[in-house]
């Protein structure tokens, strides 16, 4: 029965371009994460050569002050691309995974974008994710839509229910070959980007994997249901694609602007202007009570006074550190803004599964909202790490040629986010048990089958 | 020519559609929507332009009240650029979430647009937008094929077709009347939209408006209409050629779905997959090394600047730079600003040529899809386009540069050439010539170059409107009642 319910499955014409487009398209996606990922490792590859190159040409031409050297070197810090994050490029598009700085203020070098053409963030990438989040659900919405409906308008339905000794089962086994046929078009696609993009079968593959066949099963259990209605087929069509839409843009969509007005960042702008100014107006302002601010910071460098000339390094980068010690409570500000945005995203997506499914994607990827306040912190860390180094080094102004510049290469963050597995899987499963109990409910009340 | 018969079967239709209650739970929640959508807009507008108001005042304010000190301090201390809206944004966000806001200006360095939307938002902001616009382009349409699939084909499945043509209607009739029910239709949306829209745009600006405003309004909403008649003629088309109202609505909703969803993002990765822009740091290493072969200004042994040394020392017959008669290291700065702004140019100029091929993989399929050349063409209009956005930059960029080599010719003509020793006073001048220097302000391109811009989109539209009228015609001299 089984066999011959999915030979006539697999037969239809419209079954195997559904499914030979959906192969393709899961192929272009890993072109894409392909080339993505290119991009990243050539991105890091060429920020490792060019630190070299730019350290040692500035090292040439500033030889005498390491003070004025530091204030061109840049030093680079890069977000650790793993190879999943090929499947969900998620926002790693618009945030660059390296940031380049020097010893100078931070806040006027932290929020430096990433080019790029606008016109491909507003479209969207076809990544693997947009595949699993946009393209599945409509073709399991165009596989049982007419699930028995058909069979009633075209007449067949009453042999079937003579036929077969439960319609229940029936129904239940039309569904079954299909959720298989799609399981297994997920399995493939990711097998093959497994082999291609080399990604490992770590936790965070099986999670993606485990993500990837909830949410198929969502939509089987969202269509179970709207089958359970009994309702024509135009019907059943007509509300799945409701339901798509609202799912995948009238509900993330009403929400994105909610979290926007509700927790608007002004403070973005503010501490530009700040920082600018609290740097800038140092210059004109009385050296000594800069430099009291700056030993209030660092007690450690009190040993080094103020020398007696118009200009010196101990000077300038006190009034850089200015520059941030006082736009730090805006930096602050705006760093719990986007954590309450970021918070409140996800606890608003957990009722909203198309949205649960894409920000675990990404959140697995590492190229969530999540991953790169993280890595702003970890730069805020970077950054301190060479103002540190540098700091009693310029203030002695020791020999430029007494350091070992080769030494400083580019660093690496890593990510080390656990997966919460329970936090990922909980919701969609809710919404599948709960869609498949009134479905069969529906079913077992409805005795018109 | 009487439109009688017409008439009469688009009355009927629309009976016919009042009578089903999911139409007007529908209806309610679009009108609902399209409330949502204009409280929204109109909040992010007004939040935005304040803020960029706000900061571009006070930055100006602070600008001017710094104190007499050396022009290339000022060059440093710089100034921002802060982009603003335009009234039509709020009905059509466009790009306006994936822009940076604030770019900061200074001597030396192009800095990037920062702090976009996009950038402080997670993946949620991907799956679009609740704009006016959003809810005319993308789901009217579908409404009107929910709407309109069996036209048609419904009285074809219950055998009311042949009666009606038996009776002397004829297929031209049938399908005008149609069409014009399921326009009347969708225009008790439309039209009540377009009185809010108008009254909300006239609020915002208080009532007064420029000429320039008026026109991209005006055809912001002619626009919008002819391409929502363009689905209702679609929808009536595709009705009358289906055997069934399934097989109606299923290629309909596949139409939707291949102009709204599938073509957009598919042409333009396949544009950004074959021409492949570079990484920021690539850009820039890029450009380093080409101010590097030119010359480096800061290095004293540099040869192309060794040489405009000893030309100047030449010409005013000196035999130091300390002897000449105006600032050396002005003039010197000068030079290397021409010079690296005009090497970033030219990289920006080629970055910028392999954005316009990503795009013209989209733009080229305005012949195809009537969304596309809707939303370019609406996004051009309220200035949320990719041009204005460049245009935006290159605004900043221009200021930026002048900016510089303002306060480079001050250094020139008042600061000595003679560097003060380490204990002296610095070198000032007076801040009265702060205010020399404009204030920014963002000028969005005016309608004639909107226009000229899309020339593509409004070619297709005109396209698209002659195709129609064909297909109808066509239509009804071969359609079958079976």
């Given at each position: 029965m089984l066999v011959l319910l999915f030979k006539n499955f697999i037969r239809s014409k419209g079954t195997k371009i559904g499914l030979l487009f959906l192969l393709i398209i899961g192929f272009i996606s890993l072109l894409t994460g392909q080339q993505f990922q290119e991009k990243q490792t050539q991105n890091i590859q060429e920020a490792a050569v060019y630190q070299k190159e730019h350290i040692a040409k500035n090292v040439k031409f500033h030889p005498d002050e390491i003070g004025l050297l530091l204030y061109y070197v840049k030093f680079s810090l890069v977000n650790n691309t793993l190879p999943i994050n090929s499947l969900a490029i998620g926002q790693r598009d618009v945030n660059p995974s390296i940031q380049s700085v020097t010893i100078r203020g931070l806040e006027g070098q932290k929020y430096d974008s990433e080019l790029n053409n606008p016109n491909n963030l507003l479209l969207g990438n076809i990544d693997f994710s947009f595949v699993l989040i946009y393209l599945f659900p409509l073709l399991i919405i165009a596989f049982s839509y007419n699930l028995v409906s058909e069979e009633k308008e075209s007449g067949t339905w009453k042999i079937v229910a003579t036929q077969s000794s439960n319609t229940f089962f029936y129904i239940l086994k039309l569904f079954y070959i299909r959720i298989l046929s799609l399981i297994t078009l997920l399995t493939i696609v990711l097998f093959i980007a497994v082999l291609f993009l080399e990604i490992p079968l770590d936790k965070s593959f099986w999670a993606f994997y485990s993500i990837g066949i909830l949410y198929i099963l969502f939509w089987f259990a969202v269509c179970f249901f709207i089958v359970s209605l009994q309702k024509n087929s135009n019907f059943n069509a007509v509300i799945l694609l409701t339901i798509w839409l609202f799912l995948i843009i009238i509900l993330p969509a009403t929400i994105n602007t909610y979290i926007v007005n509700k927790f608007p960042v002004p403070e973005a702008l503010e501490l530009t202007v700040k920082q600018r100014n609290a740097y800038h107006e140092k210059w004109d302002m009385d050296k000594q009570t800069t430099l009291d601010k700056f030993y209030n910071h660092y007690p450690q460098f009190k040993k080094y006074p103020l020398p007696d000339k118009e200009f010196s390094w101990l000077w300038y980068y006190a009034m850089q550190q200015m520059g941030d010690d006082e736009s730090a409570k805006e930096s602050q500000e705006l760093a719990v803004k986007l954590k309450q945005r970021n918070n409140a995203s996800q606890a608003i997506a957990q009722f909203i599964p198309t949205l649960h499914a894409q920000i675990q994607l990404n959140e697995i990827a590492k190229s969530d909202l999540g991953n790169q306040l993280l890595f702003l912190d970890e730069t805020n860390k970077f950054h301190e790490k060479m103002r540190l180094y540098f700091y009693p080094k310029i203030f002695d102004n020791e020999a430029v040629s007494n350091e070992n510049w080769s030494k400083f290469k580019v660093e690496t963050f890593n990510d080390t986010t656990e997966v919460h597995l329970i936090k990922s899987f909980l919701p969609l499963l809710i919404f599948n048990l709960l869609f498949l109990f009134v479905g069969c409910w529906n079913f077992r009340n409805k005795n018109s089958y | 020519m009487s439109l009688y018969n017409e008439i009469l079967i688009a009355k009927h239709f629309r009976n016919s559609v009042f009578k089903n209650s999911a139409v007007f739970i529908i209806t309610l929640f679009i009108g609902v929507l399209l409330l949502y959508a204009t409280f929204s807009g109109w909040e992010n507008y007004n939040n935005q332009n304040q803020t960029s108001e706000k900061y571009q005042h006070e930055s100006r304010e602070d600008w001017l009240n710094n104190p007499d000190k050396n022009p290339h301090r000022m060059a440093h201390y710089g100034n921002f650029a802060f982009r603003k809206s335009t009234s039509l944004s709020v009905f059509e966000f466009g790009m306006e979430p994936f822009f940076g806001n604030a770019i900061f200006l200074e001597a030396h360095k192009q800095n990037s647009a920062n702090f976009s939307e996009a950038g402080f938002s997670n993946s949620m902001l991907r799956f679009g937008e609740i704009s006016i616009a959003m809810v005319l382009q993308i789901l009217l349409p579908l409404l009107i094929f929910f709407l309109g699939f069996n036209a048609v084909a419904a009285e074809r499945e219950n055998g009311t077709l042949k009666l009606l043509l038996s009776q002397g209607i004829s297929w031209k009739e049938l399908l005008l009347g149609k069409f014009f029910g399921i326009a009347s239709v969708t225009m008790l949306l439309y039209i009540p939209t377009i009185i809010v829209l108008i009254l909300v745009w006239l609020f915002l600006q208080n009532f007064t408006i420029s000429l320039d405003e008026t026109i991209k309004m005006i055809l912001f909403i002619g626009f919008h209409l002819i391409y929502l008649l363009f689905f209702c003629t679609i929808a009536v088309l595709i009705s009358a050629s289906s055997k069934t109202s399934k097989k109606a609505l299923i290629s309909l909703i596949g139409i939707w779905l291949i102009f709204t969803i599938i073509l957009p993002r598919g042409t333009q990765a396949l544009g950004a997959y074959i021409y492949e822009a570079p990484s920021k740091i690539q850009f820039n290493s890029d450009i380093e090394k080409d101010i590097l072969k030119q010359?480096?200004?800061?290095?004293?042994?540099?040869v192309y600047y060794k040489a405009i040394k000893d030309s100047l020392l030449r010409v005013y017959k000196v035999d130091s730079v300390q002897k000449l008669p105006f600032n050396y290291s002005g003039f010197i700065m000068t030079e290397g600003e021409k010079i690296s702004s005009k090497i970033y140019n030219k990289h920006l100029e080629t970055l910028l040529q392999v954005y316009a091929k990503q795009n013209s993989f989209s733009r080229a399929t305005s012949f195809v899809n009537p969304y596309i050349a809707m939303k370019n063409l609406s996004m051009a209009l309220s200035n949320t386009d990719y041009d204005s956005y460049i245009d935006f930059q290159n605004q900043a960029e221009k200021y930026r540069y002048e900016m510089a080599q303002k306060m480079n010719a001050l250094q020139i003509k008042y600061i000595s050439n003679i560097k003060p020793k380490d204990t002296d006073k610095p070198l000032i001048i007076n801040k009265n010539h702060w205010a020399e220097v404009g204030e920014f302000h963002y000028q969005p391109k005016g309608i004639l170059e909107v226009l000229k811009n899309e020339i593509v989109s409004i070619f297709s539209i005109i396209l698209w409107i002659f195709l129609l009228f064909l297909l109808i015609r066509i239509a009804a001299k071969n359609l079958k009642a079976i």
């Open positions: - | 010359g480096d200004s800061h290095n004293p042994n540099d």
